[in-house]
């Protein structure tokens, strides 16, 4: 307890900290809902603008014929979903759908390529769209699978702002999802990220059959990185065909969603949390509670590299309503 607090109260600064315990997780997803929003939306009051949303725009630069085997991935190449895999789009292409994106108010565009790892011959492109991005006056972001130290050296030299690798779940549910990739490779390319001076967005996915014991283990994992992500995305599993994942998924209810960004917002105070897929199953309500509750971020545009996504009129019409301000335009 803060010194001067009476009993109840907290101290909505909400310190920086790296040695969580899952214990102290699971005490603050268990408090009186009211109260867990309350402490939630005082850390983010704190540290953000309460009435701004950060919106950001997504391209799958690469699709498909991925090696890995993660079992809720459309793109791996060990299921038959129906995606037929592609090669790296030209550079002027993105640049294209960039310059959309920027027209449409995104202010961060984000690259993706369903790769193991990137070859270097691949990444030489990937840098150039990078600078090409940069040039925009947009953020850049990218997420390419594994990273060498060398590798994300050059990115942070081609300009980019943000790489995204995402941990998915705790440590304890991790291997019952993926077999071809270790938790601990996905630690060593955020160290290698982070050590280039690239920032790091690093999250994960709910609703593939996990307890909300692993959804809090995968929040004290990233809260007890060396340094806070700058961004966290909270994804909600999209159902895809001929999945391992399909058998035991269980989308959690929306109380339990709030929670656990209301969770994140406080263990993480200085990171911005983005709602990102899963909204098209989600209410308007429902995305403002997660509003209240911390997340302050979201990707529009009307698909997330293979799946659906709320239509950007939609996004505009509930930050309206909600008066939300972003660079979002209807």
Not at 64 to 83: I, V
Not at 254 to 282: D, F, H, K, N, T
Not at 291 to 299: K, V
Request: hydrophobic share 40%; charged share 25%.
């Amino acid at each position: 307890m803060a010194d001067g607090l009476a009993e109840g109260q907290h101290d909505s600064r909400e310190v920086v900290r790296h040695d969580w315990r899952r214990k102290e997780a699971q005490a603050l997803y268990d408090l009186p809902f009211s109260d867990l929003m309350f402490r939630a939306q005082s850390a983010h009051r704190a540290n953000f603008d309460p009435n701004h949303v950060e919106t950001a725009s997504l391209l799958s630069i690469k699709t498909g014929g991925c090696p890995e085997d993660c079992g809720y991935c459309s793109q791996s190449a060990h299921y038959d979903t129906g995606l037929k895999a592609t090669k790296l789009m030209a550079q002027a292409d993105v640049v294209a759908t960039a310059q959309r994106a920027r027209d449409a108010g995104a202010t961060r565009f984000c690259m993706a390529a369903a790769w193991r790892n990137p070859k270097d011959r691949d990444l030489d492109e990937v840098c150039g769209m990078v600078s090409a991005v940069k040039e925009m006056g947009m953020e850049a972001c990218a997420t390419l699978g594994m990273l060498t130290a060398p590798q994300a050296a050059r990115l942070r030299e081609a300009g980019l702002d943000f790489y995204n690798h995402n941990v998915d779940t705790s440590p304890e549910f991790y291997d019952q999802i993926i077999t071809t990739r270790t938790l601990q490779d996905r630690i060593d390319t955020l160290a290698h990220v982070r050590e280039a001076g690239i920032k790091v967005c690093c999250g994960g996915i709910i609703g593939m059959g996990e307890e909300v014991d692993d959804r809090l283990g995968m929040l004290v994992l990233l809260a007890n990185l060396p340094s806070h992500p700058e961004s966290v995305p909270i994804n909600l599993w999209n159902e895809v065909k001929s999945v391992p994942v399909n058998d035991t998924a269980a989308r959690p209810d929306g109380i339990a969603l709030a929670r656990l960004v209301a969770v994140a917002r406080i263990m993480m105070p200085r990171s911005v949390v983005r709602l990102s897929a899963g909204r098209q199953y989600m209410t308007d309500e429902l995305q403002a509670l997660c509003f209240l509750a911390g997340a302050n971020s979201i990707f529009i545009g009307d698909v997330l590299l293979t799946t659906k996504n709320p239509q950007r009129s939609r996004d505009a019409n509930l930050f309206d309503r909600l008066g939300i301000t972003s660079g979002l335009k209807s």
